[in-house]
Each structure stands twice: as C-alpha cells, then as structure tokens.
C-alpha cells in the first residue's frame, strides 16, 4: 500500500536538515512518536549527509485489536533514516520502518526542497505485510499509524524551528 505525506517548513532545506540532525531533535522526535525514552543514533552532519536511527518500544494499542495477536502487547520499532549530502538546495533520503517479529515493513524515500522562503518535506513510500487473506487490511492499519506518528514528528519539529527546545 503505497502513501505520500507533505509538509511545509518555516526554514530553509539547509536549517531544516541541521534540525534533524541534531541528536536532541532526534530524541525529542522519537518520543513524540512513542512511549518512553528511545534509543536514538545520528551519523554524520547536515553537511556531508547523515543516518538517523531510532529503536523503540510501542505499545500495540496504536493497530487494531483484531491483528494484535500477529505482534503481541508491544511492539519493538526501528526507523532508519538516510540522508544523502546536499545537491543545491534539494535534500534526498531514504528511510526503513521495520516491526520487529512483525511480518511487514514500510520503507520509501524523503525530499525536501525549497517552497519560498521555507521549504517543503515530501515523504513518500510503501507498506508491505506479508500476512494471507488480511494483509492488506494490515497495511492499511499500519500506513494509518505512520502517518500519524510522522504528524506528531512534524509537530515537534514545527516548534523546534520555532524556537521550542
């Protein structure tokens, strides 16, 4: 099941990108996202490109009671997120969403670009459950829960730039 999330930014592609390399940031996204203090990574700087990794526990109550019994009361999450050096203005990425023991992932790329005097974050990608019969169900389950934890994301880093930190 394909899905494609856009968001306007008050910074430029360049302030945006030193943003969500900052490992503060990092740690503050992750918690708006879930429960509890994650275990958050960042390799590299703004500048040269950088990896973001963030592992942590969620509870199963974020996906319908008819499939928590594929993933039990917890769920261990890891999100990586690739971003490659600049090219101009424009910023590329790649990001990977796996479920631990779950039978699915979400995985897709990341731009953003310049959008006036702020810039423009454009997520874009794909999520597949390997699960007979109820699979795409599933997926719609779970493409519904990561838009809403990438909203939340959104919303934390909305008030970053703005000076919340």
Same mark, same amino acid.
């Given at each position: 099941m394909n899905f494609s999330h856009s968001h306007r930014f008050a910074a430029t592609p360049d302030g945006v990108a030193a943003m969500l390399a900052d490992p503060a940031f990092v740690q503050r996204r992750g918690a708006a996202s879930g429960t509890g203090e994650p275990d958050v990574e960042v390799e590299g700087t703004a500048e040269d490109g950088f990896t973001v990794a963030i592992r942590q526990q969620v509870p199963s109550d974020t996906i319908p009671a008819e =499939?928590?019994?594929?993933v039990g009361s917890r769920l261990s999450v890891r999100y990586t997120e690739v971003w490659e050096p600049p090219s101009g203005e424009d910023r590329t990425g790649? =990001?990977?969403?796996?479920i631990v023991g779950a039978p699915g992932h979400a995985a897709g790329s990341l731009a953003l670009v310049p959008d006036g005097e702020g810039s423009r974050f454009v997520a874009t990608g794909a999520i597949t459950v390997r699960v007979p019969l109820v699979g795409a169900m599933i997926e719609a389950a779970v493409k519904d829960a990561v838009v809403k934890g990438l909203e939340a994301e959104l919303v934390v880093a909305d008030a970053w730039l703005a000076g919340d930190r």
């Amino acid at each position: 099941m394909n899905f494609s999330h856009s968001h306007r930014f008050a910074a430029t592609p360049d302030g945006v990108a030193a943003m969500l390399a900052d490992p503060a940031f990092v740690q503050r996204r992750g918690a708006a996202s879930g429960t509890g203090e994650p275990d958050v990574e960042v390799e590299g700087t703004a500048e040269d490109g950088f990896t973001v990794a963030i592992r942590q526990q969620v509870p199963s109550d974020t996906i319908p009671a008819e =499939f928590r019994s594929f993933v039990g009361s917890r769920l261990s999450v890891r999100y990586t997120e690739v971003w490659e050096p600049p090219s101009g203005e424009d910023r590329t990425g790649t =990001f990977a969403v796996e479920i631990v023991g779950a039978p699915g992932h979400a995985a897709g790329s990341l731009a953003l670009v310049p959008d006036g005097e702020g810039s423009r974050f454009v997520a874009t990608g794909a999520i597949t459950v390997r699960v007979p019969l109820v699979g795409a169900m599933i997926e719609a389950a779970v493409k519904d829960a990561v838009v809403k934890g990438l909203e939340a994301e959104l919303v934390v880093a909305d008030a970053w730039l703005a000076g919340d930190r």
